[in-house]
């Protein structure tokens, strides 16, 4: 009879404390909010150091209410949040920086060069000049059929797989380029290359000014290789003059002095 009475008690004073005060702390005594939850280490946290939502599979099949307008939950399937909005009567996604990326941005082992679908796609340009001494784009008996103004990494392939270049021509030095974790990089054609060269005072003052001596702007006044072939033509391809802002039909075999990697998200 004891404990029953001690348990009532227990409880009693528990829910008379949630209803008391209107707000609850967690690690600390001094909430500064509805719900404050103080954080054990800020400088060193460790790998449980945060709140997990519901995480679900599926929406629900009977769509919530105006109670619970602005409700959250993680969506597994998608790999997103997505809060109830009533006004719309639709759960929406909530948006976040990892969906948008902006010119100048360090990711995905380089620096955005390029954006489109408000940031959420572009180009990622290598952090440095593969080659600055000078690279043969490849064959020139050996027509590719890399002929697309602006999609390298096609390009690249049909290079590579026609025997059109090897490891140390402009298209292999990319297929091989490996840094960050990714190895998926390509020699761009020639509008990725146009696209990439407007941005480049914002690319190459971020890289001047980051600190880091191995990071290299686009060089001007330069020429780079693209990897679009001259449609009908076996024996020539595309370089980018950075000089001109433009690209030029040259010989294969030339010795072009700079090959630049990029990479798409």
């Known amino acids: 009879m004891k404990t029953k009475n001690f348990c009532f008690i227990l409880i009693f004073l528990i829910v008379n404390v949630a209803t008391t005060y209107s707000q609850v702390g967690i690690n600390t005594n001094n909430p500064q909010a509805l719900l404050h939850i103080k954080e054990n280490n800020a400088n060193n946290p460790n ?7 519901p995480r679900l599979n599926n929406f ?3 769509n919530p209410t105006s109670n619970q307008n602005g409700m959250l939950f993680f969506l597994n399937t998608v790999n997103n949040f997505y809060y109830w909005n009533n006004i719309n009567g639709d ?7 990892n969906n948008k990326h902006y010119v100048g941005e360090f990711f995905g082992g380089g620096i955005v060069a390029y954006t489109y679908d408000n940031g959420r796609h572009g180009l990622i340009l290598s952090l440095e000049d593969l080659s ?4 043969t784009w490849g064959n020139r008996n050996v ?3 890399a002929v697309s103004a602006f999609d390298g990494a096609i390009n690249t392939n049909a290079i590579l797989s026609s025997g059109g270049a090897t490891a140390t021509d402009a298209a292999g030095l990319c297929d091989n380029y490996s840094y960050g974790g990714f190895t998926d990089w390509y020699l761009p054609a020639s509008w990725e290359f146009f696209n990439i060269f407007s941005n480049a005072y914002a690319i190459n003052k971020i890289l001047e000014n980051d600190g880091n001596p191995s990071t290299t702007g686009i060089y001007h006044p330069g020429k780079y290789w693209t990897s679009t072939e001259t449609a009908g033509d076996r024996s020539r391809a595309y370089a980018f003059f950075t000089y001109g802002n433009y690209a030029i039909i040259t010989y294969k075999d030339s ?10 998200f």
């Open 47 to 53: 790998n449980t150091e945060g709140i997990i939502i």
């Open 60 to 62: 629900p099949t009977v």
């Open 132 to 135: 600055a001494t000078g690279v």
């Open 255 to 264: 010795n072009i002095p700079r090959v630049r990697a990029v990479r798409v």
């Open 143 to 145: 027509t590719t059929g």
């Open 91 to 97: 759960w929406i996604k909530l948006e976040t920086n």
